[in-house]
């Protein structure tokens, strides 16, 4: 069974730094383009950052641009997400997400995902 998870969450306080990982069983990730979503208290789910397969393309919402960097690691089979300036609008549960077949120009759209993680918690405050 195809299973995503998340790591790297955690407490920090405005202007800290975290870094997510998202690793799969019976899933290659150097395979797939993957998406970070994150889903603030009582609020929908959003799309934060994507890579594609051989770092062919790599997206940012407008609101992480700039404090947030995706990458991936061949070798580990293993994708990132840097989270750095951190504020306390970032709280959330991130998710990372795959599909079997993806669509770049919809990459931020929860309905294309067949493959998601648990999550992680990343909590921002003082």
């Known amino acids: 069974q195809v299973q995503l998870v998340e790591s790297g969450g955690g407490l920090v306080q405005p202007g800290g730094s975290l870094t997510l990982s998202c690793v799969a069983s019976?899933?290659?990730?150097?395979?797939?383009?993957i998406t970070w979503f994150r889903q603030a208290p009582g609020k929908q789910r959003e799309g934060v950052s994507a890579?594609?397969?051989?770092?062919?393309?790599?997206y940012y919402a407008d609101s992480v641009k700039s404090r947030f960097t995706i990458s991936r690691d061949s070798a580990a089979k293993a994708v990132y997400l840097q989270l750095n300036n951190l504020q306390p609008e970032d709280t959330g549960v991130y998710y990372c997400?795959?599909?079997?077949?993806?669509?770049?120009?919809?990459?931020?759209?929860?309905?294309?995902?067949?493959?998601w993680g648990q999550g992680t918690q990343v909590t921002v405050s003082p």
């Open positions: 890579i594609g397969i051989n770092n062919r393309f790599k």
């Open positions: 019976e899933l290659d990730l150097n395979y797939y383009s």
């Open positions: 997400a795959t599909a079997d077949r993806y669509f770049p120009d919809t990459w931020s759209r929860e309905s294309q995902y067949n493959y």
